[in-house]
């Protein structure tokens, strides 16, 4: 949503019902429209009306309380909707293609010990320079696409300078990743081709990450990055991770990132750059990166990436039992949690249409909650903050009028383009 403005509540429903009357199909269409083009309207329309919302197709949950819930309860709401398509692209498990496995608690405790939070530091200042070098070569042409000039390199970089994980060339892996995401996470009709597209995409990752492991063992020391450190980490028989355990690990860490961090990143300086005068108070505080980032994440707020994540009810569920909208989920229900429209739950998040960056951090749920809570959040964190923040730190930094000023998604989830102007005087007030 390129906009400032406040949602607007009324209407929605109603036109949805009307269609929903006619022609079922044209009214779910509708509701995909509005998720991408008028969410906050739609989900507010929803929360006050028809908070857990039951469509022919799928049922929407937009409390916060019951977002929560399904997300923490994998036994009852799994993610079978895209794990086999995970499992297909890598060859092999990974674990946010499966709920409540021993590769789920065991793998994500050792992954979680390989992106220790202490790198933080380090993190931020790679990201830091990747950003600088890429911005002073946009600063002379007055412009910069932030997406394909900017972010994306920026993700990649920090792929192959944190991660361990260069690609072949950032083309390559950046379309690997692309062809996994837009099959396990935008193939709505299981169109054959794209599930073909990823499962090649994911076999040539795998093998470029068997060559890469190879070469890594065949070395007297082994790189300070997760690739080296996973291969270097030394565990009893049984606990740590096979060769090919690794290797659909580090394919996990790739697809995790490449694509959500520039998306969040774009997000992010859109709706700051949208609020000339909050902007100035965060530029205010920028040399303080913590101070600085609560205004990333409050900006971010007003435009997630992960809009929504979906789960299948796998048994009869009563969701918000005890509430005056609790409801029964069947059994094979496709739920889809709405973390943007929870973020917007006044019953949780107090005046949730002002811009305050001085909010908790549990009311932020940016990387999702419960079982399947994003594994790389303290990397993610420093990576897309200091992203922002090289970025706005430029004198001159504007947004373009529509429609070019606007963030392009391609297939409605991939960040496309986001044209910025950028100055090169100082920057005005
Ligand atoms: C260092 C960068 C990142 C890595 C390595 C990473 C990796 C992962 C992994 C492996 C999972 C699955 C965890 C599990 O199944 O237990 C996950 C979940 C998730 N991540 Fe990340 N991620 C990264 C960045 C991001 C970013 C930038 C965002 C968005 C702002 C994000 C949002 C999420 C969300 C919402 C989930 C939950 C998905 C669900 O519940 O279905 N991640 N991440």
Redesign the pocket.
């Known amino acids: 949503m390129g906009s400032v403005d406040q949602a607007t509540t009324g209407g929605l429903l109603q036109r949805y019902d009307e269609a929903l009357a006619r022609d079922p199909i044209a009214a779910l269409g509708l509701i995909r429209q509005w998720m991408r083009e008028d969410w906050r309207s739609l989900f507010a329309e929803l929360r006050e009306h028809r908070p857990i919302f039951v469509t022919p197709a799928f049922t929407v949950v937009t409390r916060f309380a019951d977002v929560l819930e399904v997300?923490s309860h994998e036994e009852v709401f799994s993610?079978r909707a895209f794990g086999p398509r995970l499992d297909a692209a890598l060859g092999a498990p990974f674990?946010?293609g499966r709920d409540a496995t021993p590769m789920?608690w065991r793998e994500?405790g050792l992954m979680r010990v390989m992106?220790e939070p202490g790198d933080a530091g380090r993190v931020r200042e790679l990201t830091g320079r990747l950003a600088d070098d890429l911005l002073d070569v946009a600063e002379p042409h007055g412009r910069i696409d932030a997406i394909d000039e900017l972010f994306r390199p920026v993700a990649l970089g920090v792929c192959a300078g944190y991660f361990g994980i260069p690609g072949p060339d950032q083309q390559t892996l950046s379309r690997w990743t692309q062809a996994i995401v837009a099959d396990g996470f935008a193939n709505y009709l299981a169109d054959p081709q794209i599930q073909a597209a990823s499962v090649e995409a994911g076999t040539e990752l795998v093998a470029y990450l068997r060559g890469r492991l190879a070469a890594l063992r065949a070395r007297d020391e082994l790189p300070d990055d997760v690739f080296g450190r996973l291969v270097g980490s030394r565990l009893p028989d049984g606990v740590g991770m096979t060769d090919d355990r690794i290797l659909v690990n580090m394919a996990?860490?790739a697809l995790?990132?490449v694509e959500?961090?520039p998306g969040?990143m774009a997000g992010a300086v859109e709706q700051l750059l949208l609020r000339p005068h909050v902007l100035a108070q965060a530029l205010e505080v920028a040399g303080d990166t913590e101070r600085f980032e609560q205004y990333v994440w409050e900006a971010l707020r007003f435009n997630p990436?992960?809009k929504l994540?979906p789960r299948i009810c796998e048994q009869d569920h009563v969701l918000a039992a005890g509430t005056p909208r609790a409801a029964l989920i069947p059994a094979g229900t496709f739920v889809l949690t709405a973390p943007a429209s929870a973020m917007f739950d006044a019953d949780v998040v107090p005046e949730p249409e002002e811009f305050r960056p001085n909010r908790p951090r549990h009311h932020r749920l940016?990387?999702?909650s419960g079982?399947?809570?994003?594994?790389?959040?303290h990397?993610?964190g420093p990576?897309?903050g200091e992203a922002v923040r090289r970025l706005l730190l430029r004198p001159g930094v504007r947004l373009l009028p529509p429609p070019e000023g606007e963030i392009e998604y391609r297939l409605g989830i991939f960040p496309g383009r986001f044209a910025l102007e950028l100055g090169t005087g100082e920057r005005e007030g």
Request: proline share 0%; glycine share 12%; hydrophobic share 70%.
């Open positions: 997300l993610v674990m946010l789920n994500k992106l996990g860490l995790g990132f959500s961090a969040a990436f992960f994540i940016f990387f999702g079982h399947h809570a994003c594994l790389g959040m990397v993610a990576v897309i």
